[in-house]
C-alpha cells in the first residue's frame, strides 16, 4: 500500500501581513483591458470632454462595472478600489463616477453597446463564447430593485416595497450561473411585469447587444429563442417581434422544464482572460 504525501499545511494568522482584499477582481480589471472595452468607451465618449483627462472615461466605466461585480450596489462603492492603491493603482474618485455616468446620454449610449459588442467579440473569439450551437437562449424577466430613500423614478412595486422594477435580458449560459447579461431597462417600481413595449425594447437591446458581437454574425444558421414569465406581454408583442429578422418568439409558462438548447464550454472567462494576455504563435 502507497502512502500518500500530505499536502503543506495551512497556517492562519491574524497579524495580517502579506494580505490583500479584493485582489481577485483585478482579473476582471484586466479583462476589460485586454479585450478592448476601456480603448472603446474611452474613444466613445472622447467628445464629452474639453480637454484632456485624468482618469480615462473607458477605465472610469470599467472600475464601475469590476465594484457593481465585487457586490457593490451603488456608485460609492467604487472607494473600494480606491484605497487599495497599490494594487489597482490611481482611482476615480465618486464625483469622477457620477460625471461620468451624466455624459452617457440618447446620442453616446449606441456607441457603447457597440463597444462593449466589440469587446465581448473579442471575449468569446478567445474561448469564452458559447458553443456553436443552432438556437441561442434569450431570458427576459423583471427584478424588484429596493431604494431606502427617495429616489429618481423610485415608486411603490406590487410587493409592497419602495424602488424600482427593471427588467433584464440574459443569455441561457449553462455554466454560468445566472447567465450572460444583454440589456437591462431601468423602470419604476410600479411598472407593470408583463408590459408589452417594454419586452419588445428589452428584446430589440438584447439582439442588437448579440449582432454587435459580429463572432454571431458568422454562425448564419443561429437562431435565438425568447423566453419570458409573462406570456400575456410576448403574446401581445408578437406582431412587433415578426418583424424582427431570423428571431422566434413562443410563449413559455413553464420555463424551468425547458432544457438548455446551450451546452456547458469547455473554456471559460478565466481561459479567455489567459488567451488575450498571451501572444499566439502560429
Same mark, same amino acid.
Given at each position: 500500500?502507497?502512502?500518500?504525501?500530505?499536502?503543506?499545511? *495551512?497556517?492562519?494568522?491574524?497579524?495580517?501581513?502579506?494580505?490583500?482584499?479584493?485582489?481577485?477582481?483585478? &482579473?476582471?480589471?484586466?479583462?476589460?483591458?485586454?479585450?478592448?472595452?476601456?480603448?472603446?468607451?474611452?474613444?466613445?465618449?472622447?467628445?464629452?470632454?474639453?480637454?484632456?483627462?485624468?482618469?480615462?472615461?473607458? /477605465?472610469?466605466? +470599467?472600475?464601475?462595472?469590476?465594484?457593481?461585480?465585487?457586490?457593490?450596489?451603488?456608485?460609492?462603492?467604487?472607494? *473600494? &478600489? !480606491?484605497?487599495?492603491?497599490?494594487?489597482?493603482?490611481?482611482?476615480?474618485?465618486?464625483?469622477?463616477?457620477?460625471?461620468?455616468? /451624466?455624459?452617457?446620454?440618447?446620442?453616446?449610449?449606441?456607441?457603447?453597446?457597440?463597444?462593449?459588442?466589440?469587446?465581448?467579440?473579442?471575449?468569446?473569439?478567445?474561448? !469564452?463564447?458559447?458553443?456553436?450551437?443552432?438556437?441561442?437562449?434569450?431570458?427576459?424577466?423583471?427584478?424588484?430593485?429596493?431604494?431606502?430613500?427617495?429616489?429618481?423614478?423610485? !415608486?411603490?412595486?406590487?410587493?409592497?416595497?419602495?424602488?424600482?422594477?427593471?427588467? &433584464?435580458?440574459?443569455?441561457?449560459?449553462?455554466?454560468?450561473?445566472?447567465?450572460?447579461?444583454?440589456?437591462?431597462?431601468?423602470?419604476?417600481?410600479?411598472?407593470?411585469? +408583463?408590459?408589452?413595449?417594454?419586452?419588445? /425594447?428589452?428584446? +430589440?437591446?438584447?439582439?442588437?447587444? &448579440?449582432?454587435?458581437?459580429?463572432?454571431?454574425?458568422?454562425?448564419?444558421?443561429?437562431?435565438?429563442?425568447?423566453?419570458?414569465?409573462?406570456?400575456?406581454?410576448?403574446?401581445?408583442?408578437?406582431?412587433?417581434?415578426?418583424?424582427?429578422?431570423?428571431?422566434?418568439?413562443?410563449?413559455?409558462?413553464?420555463?424551468?422544464?425547458?432544457?438548455?438548447?446551450?451546452?456547458?464550454?469547455?473554456?471559460?472567462?478565466?481561459?479567455?482572460? +489567459?488567451?488575450?494576455?498571451?501572444?499566439?504563435?502560429?
Amino acid at each position: 500500500m502507497k502512502g500518500s504525501k500530505r499536502s503543506a499545511r *495551512v497556517r492562519v494568522s491574524g497579524s495580517g501581513r502579506g494580505v490583500v482584499s479584493h485582489a481577485g477582481v483585478m &482579473l476582471l480589471r484586466e479583462l476589460a483591458e485586454d479585450t478592448g472595452l476601456v480603448e472603446a468607451v474611452t474613444d466613445a465618449l472622447a467628445d464629452t470632454y474639453g480637454g484632456r483627462w485624468v482618469h480615462a472615461p473607458g /477605465q472610469v466605466f +470599467a472600475d464601475l462595472a469590476v465594484t457593481v461585480a465585487d457586490g457593490a450596489d451603488c456608485v460609492s462603492g467604487i472607494e *473600494v &478600489l !480606491a484605497d487599495r492603491e497599490r494594487l489597482f493603482g490611481s482611482v476615480a474618485s465618486i464625483p469622477t463616477a457620477w460625471r461620468l455616468l /451624466q455624459r452617457i446620454d440618447a446620442e453616446h449610449l449606441p456607441r457603447l453597446v457597440a463597444a462593449v459588442g466589440r469587446a465581448r467579440e473579442a471575449a468569446w473569439t478567445a474561448g !469564452a463564447g458559447p458553443d456553436r450551437v443552432v438556437e441561442l437562449l434569450i431570458d427576459i424577466d423583471a427584478t424588484i430593485t429596493i431604494a431606502h430613500s427617495e429616489k429618481e423614478n423610485a !415608486a411603490a412595486t406590487w410587493k409592497h416595497t419602495f424602488g424600482f422594477h427593471p427588467l &433584464l435580458a440574459f443569455l441561457d449560459r449553462p455554466e454560468i450561473a445566472s447567465g450572460e447579461a444583454l440589456a437591462a431597462i431601468l423602470r419604476p417600481g410600479n411598472a407593470g411585469a +408583463a408590459t408589452a413595449a417594454d419586452h419588445v /425594447q428589452i428584446l +430589440a437591446l438584447a439582439l442588437a447587444a &448579440l449582432v454587435a458581437a459580429s463572432w454571431l454574425v458568422k454562425i448564419r444558421s443561429t437562431r435565438a429563442l425568447t423566453r419570458a414569465s409573462a406570456a400575456a406581454a410576448i403574446v401581445s408583442s408578437f406582431p412587433s417581434v415578426k418583424r424582427m429578422s431570423n428571431v422566434t418568439s413562443r410563449p413559455s409558462t413553464k420555463p424551468s422544464s425547458l432544457s438548455p438548447a446551450l451546452s456547458p464550454s469547455t473554456v471559460g472567462w478565466l481561459a479567455a482572460h +489567459a488567451a488575450l494576455r498571451t501572444p499566439i504563435r502560429s
